[in-house]
């Protein structure tokens, strides 16, 4: 659903004079150009099942269009059109104006858009289906052409038979209940499939997941097996290569039915019952008990007694907190009695009938079964658990720390595997293993011995192994020098990568020579860039491209920042976020090796008037829509929760179809669920993308990359680097030179000349009111990643309005002047830090 308020310029009566003009007249189910529909008239299907129209909640004088069941008694409203914007009175009326857009025109002058023109020409019109489908579409010599928009792209509470919910491109389908039964407005609760790809239904509360349906086996979903295919109705979820998505077809096409969700926070599905003349309910979910919610019992907490819900940790663990734990509060979770042991004895605990827990990772390969599924867990010492995808015992799925949301589900058929320390799984050994311990402290003088021993035998191990590896590179090397460098094939190094001796889980290890010979002795001809840390290569290995990042001596990034990158990245997983794909370490040489983006960084088009050329107004919202999205994975959806301290043009990185990553990993730092700020007296970044509170205090938070994001997002919008930018002879950065168009209404100054007339206006005004608030002075005052990806795609909601950025001003630096048809225009040549020292 779209919408958007706008104030009709000059007289009042305006709206009236329109009103007189246009013709009010239609045809039964299509609304053509220069026809209106005044409220109490409607439009009706073909078959005459749904009609659209004007109409009030129960209980509301508020009027608002919608589309209901026109054959029944009671109406029962199906989708409603400006949901957020009711008109006060019975003066409105449905229109398509001269842009093609679908509009309501009401007495005191406002304009509100229902569906917005996306087409090349100005002639649409507007038809509703007999499937309760309002569809604007094309219209040239009284015949339809292509469809536009349809409100079943745009779904509010209800779905209805022939609608789908899921993924649809980088669009994702959800309903979003009603505030109440008298106001359609948005809601507090949602439902739609996880966009992460676990292929099961959530329901989120406030943004927060609050339940979910378990997995999709190929049937049912694991949580409702009551729901099967033929269960009153016919439904299908279908995996594509452009998103998953859920629809329904009726079994009985006499037997209305309606999905709905609830603003009680219930997922609702109703069929209408001609003899009593009344819609039944047929199923709802959640019920209200608390093993419903995923965080009722904390982590590696088990919810059981479905009916009078109580929590038990699970086997191997221990309440975080017994006070906690015995006055009835189980949300602090279990924590494990044993510390595991990876690769010393740790196995598996079999947990029978379970409703699984949320946050897994789909391997997504469907054919194999649960012995080869543990086979890919047992390696990995931070996969904590993993199960069947399918209740056939085929497909695999993972999990990674702690276990949220599981319960003893009374339908459930899914078993799930826990990692557990081999103490807990043998008592008896570990018994045998505690009167070891006994005896060596009966013995101190042999207990001193052999830790001498070990130290030594470890110490002369670790020299024997750095011999090993110097005496293999030296081969390696001479190998490269008789131009014989196919035979320096791939190898995985045994070493450790740090004076620790820890490696890096799940994220293969590469031989320095093998990197020398994949980008030919690190030629300057294969050099793709060079960023604060050092120089990048473009490399070809085994018939692939890759990006191998090399670490110079002198840049900054020691052990410490390089592990911190390579755990970060080997642990998320999003389409908007570079793919790490291993790393060396060996000597003094550090490396990182990443998926290969062909079209380099942002920073190369924005600012270039030739290659920003490429950019189209189109394009350039897709790539400010995928690093918010990318930004909102790493704040709220990823399991590790990032802050990434860094965001700027040059670490957003472009593939093949311009798509954009986010890159440079090397100085964020991770937030625990329950910290939303930190301090450090070390700040890292880059000048003119620093948030005030992290440049003059070392203050830090989710907030921090939001004002880095609006600096991006007004860059891209116009073209401008931040700081190089002089405005009527005031030292002005770009965010101050964008307040003071805002202030005079003047904002379309600041577009980048090269998106010329293709650039959709209202949008652009949108997405920079949108960074404005993004870099505002004080945190709070601006907008969650969460918040500006819903002002970003959904026009229905009004920004509020900006303050002032406090960092409007630039520093005092060397200015040169160019030539402009309406400004005084400047730039200056500035510097970039990756790091400096709080005070």
């Not at 020579?513 to 120089?535: C, I, M, Q, R, V």
Request: hydrophobic share 35%; glycine share 10%.
């Amino acid at each position: 659903m779209m919408g958007d308020r706008s104030s009709i310029h000059g007289c009042r009566v305006l709206p009236f004079l329109i009103l007189f003009t246009i013709k009010f007249s239609h045809s039964a189910d299509t609304l053509l150009p220069n026809q209106s529909i005044k409220d109490g008239e409607t439009l009706v299907s073909a078959n005459r099942t749904f009609a659209l129209g004007f109409f009030s909640p129960s209980g509301s004088l508020n009027r608002y269009v919608g589309v209901w069941y026109h054959k029944l008694p009671v109406q029962t409203v199906v989708w409603v059109g400006n949901r957020g914007l009711p008109v006060f009175d019975t003066s409105g009326y449905l229109t398509i104006d001269g842009k093609g857009n679908l509009i309501i025109l009401d007495s005191i002058g406002r304009s509100i858009t229902i569906a917005s023109n996306s087409g090349a020409t100005n002639l649409t019109a507007a038809t509703l289906t007999d499937t309760g489908n309002l569809v604007l579409k094309e219209w040239s010599d009284g015949r339809e052409g292509q469809a536009l928009w349809q409100s079943f792209d745009n779904p509010t509470d209800t779905l209805i038979p022939g609608m789908r919910m899921g993924m649809h491109g980088k669009q994702n389908r959800f309903l979003t209940s009603w505030t109440s039964s008298e106001d359609p407005a948005q809601g507090d609760f949602s439902v739609g499939i996880d966009p992460n790809g676990t292929k099961q239904f959530i329901i989120w509360r406030k943004g927060q997941v609050y339940w979910k349906s378990g997995v999709w086996t190929g049937k049912n979903f694991s949580s409702v097996p009551e729901m099967t295919p033929t269960y009153y109705i016919y439904f299908s979820y279908m995996p594509t290569w452009n998103g998953d998505f859920y629809s329904y077809s009726l079994n009985d096409s006499s037997k209305p039915t309606r999905t709905v969700m609830d603003f009680s926070g219930q997922i609702k599905q109703v069929a209408w019952v001609e003899t009593s003349q009344e819609w039944v309910q047929f199923w709802a979910g959640p019920t209200n008990y608390s093993c419903e919610i995923p965080t009722s019992c904390g982590a590696n907490g088990l919810c059981n007694n479905y009916t009078t819900p109580t929590c038990n940790c699970l086997d191997g663990f221990e309440p975080k907190s017994d006070l906690a734990w015995n006055s009835g509060n189980w949300a602090g979770g279990c924590v494990r009695r044993e510390m595991l042991e990876c690769g010393n004895g740790d196995g598996f605990l079999q947990l029978k009938g379970v409703k699984l827990p949320i946050f897994f990772l789909d391997t997504g390969v469907s054919s194999i079964g649960i012995e080869d599924c543990k086979a890919k867990c047992a390696p990995n010492c931070s996969c904590t658990a993993y199960a069947s995808a399918h209740e056939n015992g085929t497909g695999c799925l993972l999990w990674f720390g702690d276990l949220l949301g599981l319960q003893a589900h009374h339908v459930a058929t899914q078993d799930l595997y826990v990692r557990l320390a081999a103490s807990e799984l043998n008592p008896a050994a570990d018994n045998g293993r505690k009167q070891k311990l006994w005896i060596a402290i009966i013995m101190p003088v042999s207990v001193v011995i052999i830790l001498l021993l070990g130290v030594f035998l470890y110490c002369w191990h670790r020299k024997k192994l750095q011999l090993k590896a110097k005496q293999e590179l030296s081969q390696e090397l001479q190998l490269l020098g008789t131009d014989n460098i196919a035979a320096a094939s791939h190898k995985l190094s045994e070493g450790p990568i740090d004076g620790e001796g820890e490696k890096v889980p799940d994220c293969p290890l590469f031989s320095f020579s093998t990197l020398l010979a994949a980008t030919n002795n690190f030629s300057a001809s294969n050099k793709l860039g060079e960023g604060g840390f050092g120089p990048v290569y473009k490399g070809m290995l085994e018939g692939h491209e890759l990006a191998v990042k090399r670490l110079s001596r002198s840049s900054g990034q020691g052990v410490v920042e390089f592990r911190n990158e390579i755990s970060l990245i080997a642990n998320l997983q999003h389409r908007n976020l570079v793919r790490l794909l291993g790393y060396c370490i060996q000597g003094e040489e550090k490396l990182l090796i990443y998926e290969y983006m062909p079209n380099k960084s942002l920073d190369i088009y924005i600012f270039d008037p030739i290659k920003g050329a490429e950019l189209d107004w189109k394009k350039r919202l897709d790539i400010i829509e995928g690093i918010a999205q990318g930004l909102l994975y790493l704040h709220k959806y990823s399991r590790l929760r990032v802050i990434h301290r860094d965001m700027k043009a040059s670490n957003i990185l472009l593939d093949g179809e311009m798509n954009p990553k986010i890159s440079d990993f090397g100085t964020a730092r991770i937030f625990e669920r329950n910290e939303s700020q930190a301090n450090t007296n070390r700040v890292v970044g880059t000048y003119g993308y620093m948030s005030p509170e992290y440049a003059m205090e070392g203050l830090f938070s989710e907030k921090s990359d939001v004002f880095s994001f609006g600096v991006l997002l007004l860059e891209i919008l116009s073209g401008k680097k931040n700081r190089n930018l002089h405005w009527q002879n005031q030292s002005l950065n770009l965010l101050g030179y964008a307040w003071e168009l805002w202030k005079e209404g003047n904002i379309l100054e600041l577009m980048d000349p090269l998106l010329g007339d293709l650039c959709h206006l209202e949008g652009y005004s949108r997405c920079i009111q949108v960074a404005l608030l993004c870099v505002q002075d004080v945190p709070e005052d601006r907008p969650t990643m969460s918040e500006v990806v819903s002002l970003l795609s959904n026009e229905s909601i009004s920004p509020k309005s900006p303050k002032k950025p406090i960092f409007s001003f630039g520093r005092t630096m060397e200015i040169v002047c160019l030539p402009s048809s309406t400004r005084e225009e400047c730039t200056a040549n500035d510097i970039t830090v990756s790091a400096m020292e709080g005070r």
